[in-house]
């Protein structure tokens, strides 16, 4: 159990890495900057002729000042993003994503509370701020490291969540940003009654928080607790020593060198007896070194840099052990998925869309399509060094076990060995289900789906349907339903109708590349829609002008619910006539 604890207290101090990275760099900015545009110094100096209010050389010393402020004024945002990408076990582009939404969740949810009860004049002096430009409690850096503990914790519990299919888009990886938003609120609300009470406990905390130093103090806070308590005392003895020996040096909010040079050398050593502070500088080091060095080898303290071999990079999770013993599932599709796709070694990149895996290989001689049929795929389309395995909406949920596993050691022994078949994904079933028509989605020419120059759509790998050539640029609801995903780009949308059918509306080919441009919707997700409505209008011309097919297939998703889908048109036809026949 002590293990256990302090080997994640260790990782939440190697988290804090991240953001510390980035304080030498904005000292220095801050430091120089403030420095040279401070009146008092340029008058004392004479360089008010070189560098003066208005002047290149004190614009960019400005320019550096603020920027420097920039990141001390919102450290516990960096260390809220900071501490989620280190504690998240895969996908930390989105951990880092969720963190930042958290954070802002919980200061607004504050800052609500704040007003609810009477706003800051209601509140105790000192205890209010402003991050953000959100008037919160002054919490510092433990908003931050609160922010970032929570949405690890959300972010390796839901990532690989998976949803009903009609809220698959929502599942997986962005499921995570969702969860944590709901959790923050209640968060904030809580923080509102909780922190007034810690904070009463740490006036002294508060100040050390305010220098540059705090996030090493942190790190080992974390990671060695009792170096932090001897720390904490030979800082008030640091304090009183000054005092004893009339040491009169100001300090902004750092106490680091520029202060000492600035506050201290620059006044003369008569008037502020700067020279002290090196002298029991010197012995402070010395002291440090010793009792820290002694700590950490006779106590065996894993400060970062002296962790079990391999424990930096290597940290087993449950989906290991999942892939080691063959129990589950998950871990026998994604060995499936990679045997199929020719190994580990053969891939270059692993991606998805909404619907397919997106594999750049190095050989494609080394692709089996039975076995990625036999991990559940509905198709595999091989194009140049890319091949395209379909699964449908819960692709996501697929890609992250497929990466989980990649990093286990079982996939690099999975080269020559045997792989025992793993159930198929679930897949809709043929219960009987209401008859349907459904109606033209634009005017224009009907396409049969053989003729459509995108394989995905032609070999009817995501369903059945038929496609319209547009005589305009305006797409119409073909049915009565709701709009279940609409992709950012504008270019494609899903709806699901009244009576169950799952359909995907697709204008163009690869339009997806022109990134919304001559795209606009006119609906949103989760909005009902009669039949007739407009959907999204798009530049005709200007999308043919770019060379993209304009060609639009309606495909129903959830074709295998139904015994047959059927055309029922030819020829040129106009939006809102029959189109599609499904027989339930």
Known sequence: MRDNIFGVLQRVGRSFMLPIALLPVAGLLLGIGSSFTNQTMLVTYGLTGVIYEGGVLYTVLDIMNQCGSAVFNN??????????????????????LSGAIAYLVMNTAISAMITARGGVEAMAANTTTSSLGITTLQMGVFGGIIAGLGVAALHNRFYKTQLPQVLSFFGGTRFVPIVCTAVFVVVGIAMFFIW???????????????????????????????????????????????????????????????????????????????????????????????????????????????????????????????????????????????KGLGGKGNLSDVDCCATRLRITVLDMDKVDDALLRQSGASGVIRKGSGVQVVYGPQVAVIKSNLVDFMGSPEAD??????????????????????????????NGTVVPLDWVRDEAFSSRVLGEGVAIEPADGHLYAPADGEIDNLFDTRHALAMVTNSGV????????????????????????????????????????????????????????NTDDYHSVASTAEGRVKAGAPLLEIKG
């Not at 540059?212 to 020593?241: D, K």
């Not at 820290?292 to 962790?307: A, C, H, S, V, W």
């Open 75 to 96: 450290l516990a945002l960096l260390f809220a993003m900071g501490v989620a990408i280190g504690m998240a076990r895969q996908e930390k582009e989105v951990a880092a």
């Open 196 to 338: 007034p009470a810690i904070q009463t406990g740490i006036a002294a905390l508060t100040a050390m928080l305010t220098g540059i130093t705090e996030p090493l103090e942190f790190t080992f806070l974390f990671v060695a607790p009792l170096m932090y308590a001897v720390h904490c005392v030979y800082a008030g003895l640091a304090y009183m020593l000054m005092h004893i020996l009339h040491i009169g040096v100001g300090m902004t909010f750092s106490g680091g060198l520029i202060d000492l040079t600035l506050f201290g050398i620059l006044q003369g050593n008569a008037k502020t007896h700067w020279i002290w502070i090196v002298i029991v500088g010197l012995g402070y080091f010395l002291v440090y070194y010793f009792i820290f060095y002694l700590m950490i080898t006779r106590m065996n303290l894993k400060t970062p840099g002296r962790e079990e071999e391999g424990e930096e990079t290597r940290l087993f999770t449950r989906s290991d052990f999942r892939a080691r013993t063959g129990a589950g599932s998950d871990g026998g599709i994604s060995a499936l998925i990679l």
């Open 502 to 557: 799952e359909l995907l509306l697709h204008v163009g080919i690869n339009t997806v590349e022109l990134g919304g441009k001559h795209f606009k919707a006119h609906v949103a997700v989760g909005q009902r829609v009669k039949r007739g409505d407009l959907l999204l209008s798009f530049d005709l011309e200007a999308v043919k002008a770019t060379g993209y097919l304009c060609t639009t297939p309606m495909i129903v998703c």
């Open 413 to 442: 022994e999975l080269d020559g060995t045997a792989i025992s078949a793993a159930p198929a994904l679930a897949k809709g079933t043929a219960e009987a289900r209401e008859d349907a028509i459904i109606t033209a989605h634009m």
